[in-house]
Nanobody, 122 residues
Framework: QVQLVESGGGLVQAGGSLRLSCAAS????????WGWFRQAPGKEREFVGS????????YYADSVKGRFTISRDNAKNTVYLQMNSLKPEDTAVYYC???????????????WGQGTQVTVSS
């Protein structure tokens, strides 16, 4: 079983930055991939991006490419989502997730954190 705990959300003005953290505990190993998702009120969940265990390969949705960066600290078993140039449309609850399946497929993620709210004011 894998437990994920996000932190770092908050209120920020448009153009600002935030860094979200996702601390993992439990049985994790190099077979796991990690992803970030978000869900805004009244909208479907959006796959933001993913990273592999070693942190060498990342994927980003077009909506965040060039502004968001996913990284991983294996020593701390923590995944990060650095968000720069934030826009009001980035406002959402952000979730980290883990999978032993295809990390490019949102439906493959079966371990989820509780989510952290990010609000970007205009």
């Amino acid at each position: 079983q894998v437990q994920l705990v996000e932190s770092g959300g908050g209120l920020v003005q448009a153009g600002g930055s935030l860094r979200l953290s996702c601390a993992a505990s439990g049985r994790t190993d190099s077979s796991y991939g990690w992803g970030w998702f978000r869900q805004a009120p009244g909208k479907e969940r959006e796959f933001v991006g993913s990273i592999n265990w070693r942190g060498m390969y990342t994927y980003y949705a077009d909506s965040v490419k060039g502004r968001f960066t996913i990284s991983r600290d294996n020593a701390k078993n923590t995944v990060y989502l650095q968000m720069n140039s934030l826009k009001p449309e980035d406002t959402a609850v952000y979730y980290c997730a883990a999978t032993r399946g295809n990390r490019y497929d949102p439906d493959e993620y079966n371990y989820w954190g509780q989510g952290t709210q990010v609000t970007v004011s205009s």
